[in-house]
């Protein structure tokens, strides 16, 4: 019994020791140069709806510059805004960068977000920020039709979301009906069709024998390997799959401007109010918008949101983008419709 | 446990009526102590469902619960059948059978226990499709290309290859101790071999066969990944989605709760089913007879073991491993885990040591003072259990958050969360471990002057040493692939193996997630080896 007793305290010490920051201890090199943070010695808490491929290398770069450590909270931003729902002023998070606009526009309704000073906001076209200052877009993604080239013909390529709705389109789509990136896409369609008409579309879709999974990701690897013809996702997806794994044949077809199917979303990040490390933790937005980490982004082809470093190589500019004429600031108001239709829809 | 505790001595002995006797407050202490932590989210889950106006807060249209209710019996049940049916046939091919190997069988068909169901879920779609590793292979051989496995009939699939090895680990033991006796009476009485199997040795199954596909169907109700990744909706993973979706927890937190009022049910029903189950407790002075099977009966035999062996070991293992390969060789980062390696095996080191101390007042409680209040503590364990540890975990979430804020996100919540959860496994095994032992030895060193507490230490501990550790082993092997409630509740940064593979997955960097899945496959293999060295073949 004694032995029991002792071997736990043992594996306690031991996962003590190897919880917290050491994301394989590559950043002891705490070679402080800028350290501004009210420095509590306590390390930020970054919540990340984004994943680690995309998010570690800058934050190590982060820690390497400012001595600051950073503990990442990984999960799906859905997740994610939820549990600062729940945790609310208690929230151990002093950041929360999500994948899209919706959420975090809906994190910022409930006030749990501050206001960020007018040189971060500055860094990035207004676009891509909240207009009342609560978060910052860090990069930007285009929502897109992923298609297998040996199964859907260039002509028979819609020219509208409104096409995936017809008969010729049955059984052949994928969507991620509970994924983020999707719900911001509905937030933009009631923003310019209205809530009946997005129900009728949404309810047209899942009439449609659409193929529904839990994120984007399955989606696009299902287009590649020509399980699938075609799906709903962001445009990066593809563009790494191809990075990996060399020629494939998908591709993504933009829908044209003013179509719902077209939205360039901000994946933004916010400071929590009930933070006690406000000036760390602006630091680090600060540092995600700084030209070493937007290049960074830029490697896994989303596209940069500060002046001076181009988009991703052999995709259109950000400029020239299709997209919505809408404010993705106003996209948090109609989060919760878009959640209800969704769900009215039947799309689970 | 203790020392603090006032060791309670039982004055008056009565050995001639065991059923009269009452457990020391000490005892009751330290099982509630073990319990409650377990049952606190049970009951703030209930009470979200069943508090006036509950149900119309939880803002979930009846027809769908009904949908989803129907959709989750339907997989539970279908599922349970066939886990039972291949875990009986491969334990009484292993065990009362002349095949060859029959030691190495059933360590292979014991051994898909190392596979978690979202692994094995992964592999599934890995190898179907146009691009999958099966698909492959019979391309090249002019035969048609696999679809992708999703919906029913794969989860189905998934989650009974990954599941029957529970109910053979059960089953064999009983169908060893079994005394021969019985059969040869029966059949020297006239019985065909056929009514011996349905007249004799079945009954004797009856409590491994119940506690085995209550354990299987508590599984099925509980897995969050495969059902998700290949696409089935159930109870839980509709949990997951209004988690996710709805930028509130009360929908969530309401169908978990609707959940366990159903899973209470199962629980209840399985206790007053097994009923006198003390059958197995004797063991048998000589070993079973092997029944020799005909020369047709054993190539389908070694057939079957085989296909099974295949499917649920070799095809996995085959597609992660090409995941690996290929993601190696076209130059995709795969770094070691060996951050995520150590957090998952000091997580489920740790769950496994708490918990196998923790089972044992509540073993002791229920097996040697059976009573009314001692069953519904049981029952209460089993609970938590039965729950989805997505349940479990939004309750320990809500209720960390606003009763116990320093713990929120700590390892010792997570540990007290993995104990809550596999309080049964331990349990059970704890159980019979003192079932066998009897009471007698006990009631000796009481008779002798000796306390409560040091009969605990010097007589009980000793005797079901090797009980608790298979419980720990059991624990151990279960929450190194626990999933949904790590990601909740896990300290930020704590990833685990399993939260690697679900993350790295998701994103589509199958060689990351490859990696993190062979670790944790080879590391689960050890205390397996354990527990079939030490359990079956003793």
């Known amino acids: 019994m004694r032995r029991i007793t002792g071997l736990t305290l043992a594996l306690a010490l031991v996962l003590a020791a190897c919880s917290g920051a050491d994301q394989g201890d590559t950043t002891t090199t705490t070679t402080a140069t800028t350290t501004t943070g009210s420095d509590t010695g306590e390390a930020l808490v970054l919540y990340s709806g984004r994943n680690e491929n995309f998010v570690q290398p800058v934050i190590d770069s982060f820690t390497a510059a400012t001595g600051i450590e950073v503990d990442v909270r990984y999960g799906g931003t859905g997740d994610l805004a939820t549990t600062l729902t729940a945790e609310g002023d208690a929230s151990p998070a002093d950041v929360f960068w999500a994948q899209d606009p919706a959420f975090i526009g809906g994190i910022a309704k409930q006030g749990l977000l501050t206001e960020l000073p007018d040189d971060v906001l500055s860094l990035v076209d207004p676009r891509y920020a909240d207009a009342g200052g609560h978060w910052v877009g860090i990069t930007g993604r285009s929502r897109v039709m992923v298609y297998n080239t040996d199964l859907v013909a260039e002509g028979e390529l819609p020219d509208s979301v409104w096409d995936l709705i017809e008969p010729e389109w049955n059984g052949r789509f994928g969507v991620a009906p509970t994924n983020g990136s999707f719900v911001a896409f509905v937030t933009g369609m009631v923003l310019t069709e209205g809530e009946e008409r997005t129900l009728e579309w949404l309810q047209g879709i899942a009439a449609n024998d659409p193929v529904i999974h839990d994120g984007n990701g399955p989606i696009v690897d299902a287009v590649v390997a020509g399980d699938l013809d075609a799906g709903l996702v962001n445009h990066y997806y593809l563009l790494q799959r191809i990075d990996q794994l060399g020629e494939v ?95 009215e829809a039947g799309l689970t | 446990m203790t020392t603090a505790s006032p060791p309670a001595v039982v004055p008056q002995r009565k050995p001639s009526v065991p059923k009269r006797r009452r457990a020391s407050a000490a005892l009751w202490v330290m099982a509630l102590a073990v319990t409650i932590p377990g049952a606190a989210p049970i009951a703030h889950l209930v009470w979200t469902v069943l508090r006036p106006g509950g149900f119309d ?6 027809d769908r619960l009904a949908e989803l209710f129907g959709s989750t019996t339907l997989l539970v049940v279908t599922v349970t059948i066939t886990a039972v049916l291949l875990g009986t046939t491969t334990a009484w091919l292993t065990t009362r059978t002349d095949l060859k190997g029959r030691g190495v069988w059933s360590m292979l068909v014991t051994l898909p226990l190392v596979i978690p169901s979202y692994v094995g879920a992964l592999a599934m779609l890995g190898s179907s499709g146009n691009g999958g590793v099966v698909s492959l292979a019979l391309d090249a051989v002019g035969l048609p290309k696999l679809g992708v496995f999703h919906g029913f009939w794969a989860a189905w699939g998934a989650l009974s290859l990954w599941n029957f090895s529970y109910v053979h680990l059960i089953a064999t033991p009983a169908l060893r101790r079994m005394d021969p006796a019985l059969e040869e009476a029966a059949r020297g009485l006239g019985a065909s071999p056929r009514r011996t199997v349905f007249d004799v040795i079945l009954p004797q199954l009856r409590p491994a066969l119940l506690s085995s596909s209550l354990l299987v169907a508590l599984y099925v109700i509980s897995d969050f990944g495969a059902v998700s990744l290949l696409r089935y909706e159930t109870f839980t993973r509709a949990i997951y989605t209004q988690f996710r979706g709805r930028l509130d927890i009360a929908p969530a937190l309401f169908l978990s709760g609707f959940l366990v009022l159903a899973a209470l049910v199962l629980v209840v029903a399985e206790q007053r089913n097994r009923g006198r189950a003390g059958l197995a407790a004797r063991r048998p002075t000589r070993p079973p007879e092997h029944v020799a099977l005909g020369r047709r009966a054993r ?113 010792v919540l997570l540990v007290i969360a993995y104990v809550a959860m596999f309080l049964p496994q331990a349990l059970a095994a704890t159980q019979a471990g003192l079932r066998q032992v009897g009471p007698s030895l006990e009631d000796a060193s009481r008779s002798l002057g000796s306390g409560g507490f040091t009969t605990l230490r010097r007589i009980t501990v000793p005797l079901v040493w090797r009980s608790l550790l ?68 003793r």
């Open chain 2, 299 to 411: 190539v389908v035999a070694y057939g079957f073991l085989g296909v099974l062996v295949i499917a649920a070991l070799v095809l996995p293992l085959v597609t992660i491993g090409w995941w690996a390969i290929r993601g190696t060789a076209l130059g995709n980062p795969a770094d070691p885990v060996w951050a995520e390696a150590l957090r998952s095996g000091g997580g489920a080191g740790a769950a496994a040591a708490a918990r196998a101390v923790a089972a044992l007042p509540v073993a002791i409680l229920t097996v040697r003072y059976p009573s009314r209040p001692a069953r519904m503590l049981e029952a209460v364990s089993w609970s938590t259990y039965s729950l989805p540890h997505l349940a479990v975990g939004l309750g320990f979430l809500v209720l960390s958050i606003r009763y116990a804020p320093a713990t929120y996100q700590t390892v």
């Open chain 1, 249 to 343: 044949p998908a591709r993504n077809h933009f829908f044209p401007s003013g179509d719902p199917g077209g939205l360039v979303m901000a994946a933004g990040a916010g400071v929590l109010a009930g933070s006690d490390q406000q000036e760390a933790a602006v630091d680090l937005i600060r540092h995600l918008l700084s030209e070493e980490s937007q290049e960074h982004f830029l490697t896994l082809f989303e596209y940069p949101l500060i002046e001076g470093v181009e988009g991703p190589e052999g995709q259109l500019p950000l400029a020239e983008l299709p997209t919505l004429d809408i404010s993705l600031t106003d996209t948090a108001d109609t989060l919760e419709p878009a959640l209800e239709l969704i769900a």
């Open chain 2, 470 to 537: 298979a419980g720990g082993a059991l624990v151990f092997l279960t929450v190194m692939k626990e999933l949904p409630a790590t990601l909740l509740l896990r300290p930020t940064g704590f990833e685990t193996l399993a939260v690697r593979i679900w993350s790295a997955s998701s994103e589509l960097f199958y060689t990351q997630a490859s990696v993190a899945a062979l670790t944790l496959v080879g590391i689960s293999a050890v205390p397996l080896y354990l527990l079939v060295t030490k359990d079956l073949h």
């Open chain 2, 57 to 62: 807060a939880g803002g979930i249209a009846f």
